[in-house]
């Protein structure tokens, strides 16, 4: 199930960066301007216990579903899925150190309730 996901997404980024790659000039900042959540960087991991997957990109704030890209800051998203469902009440806490930066919080659940 996982390596359809890869190949997937694999298949998605190469479809995107062929049409890229074949648009006339001068159209790319039209695209930049029309694209509301660009991933630039994704990070997997996976053991017994948890998958992880770590995205980062420039996202329009606030970010809305409405067919228009407004101005966009750098995120980064942090998901995480248990392999088993975890005990009522459950808290899960990060600390993610990028160079001398060290980021701490807690994890909600994912509207959908399968990851964190």
Same mark, same amino acid.
């Given at each position: 199930?996982?390596?359809?996901k890869?190949?997937?997404i694999?298949i =998605?980024?190469? =479809?995107?960066?062929?049409?890229? $790659?074949? $648009?006339?000039?001068?159209?790319?900042?039209?695209?930049?301007?029309?694209?509301?959540?660009?991933?630039?960087?994704?990070?997997?991991?996976?053991? +017994?216990s948890?998958?992880?997957?770590?995205?980062t990109?420039?996202?329009?704030?606030?970010?809305?579903? +409405?067919?228009?890209?407004?101005?966009?800051? +750098?995120?980064?998203?942090i998901?995480?899925?248990?392999?088993?469902?975890? $005990?009522?009440g459950?808290?899960?806490?990060?600390?993610?150190?990028?160079?001398?930066?060290?980021?701490?919080?807690?994890?909600?659940?994912?509207?959908?309730?399968?990851?964190?």
């Amino acid at each position: 199930m996982k390596l359809k996901k890869i190949i997937g997404i694999l298949i =998605a980024v190469c =479809a995107a960066a062929a049409l890229w $790659a074949c $648009a006339p000039k001068g159209t790319d900042q039209e695209i930049l301007d029309s694209i509301s959540d660009l991933r630039t960087n994704i990070y997997t991991a996976e053991s +017994d216990s948890m998958e992880i997957v770590i995205i980062t990109g420039k996202r329009e704030r606030p970010y809305k579903v +409405d067919g228009k890209s407004e101005a966009k800051s +750098d995120y980064t998203a942090i998901s995480i899925k248990p392999a088993e469902l975890p $005990a009522e009440g459950r808290v899960y806490e990060y600390a993610l150190t990028a160079g001398k930066n060290t980021h701490t919080g807690r994890f909600t659940v994912h509207p959908f309730g399968v990851t964190y």
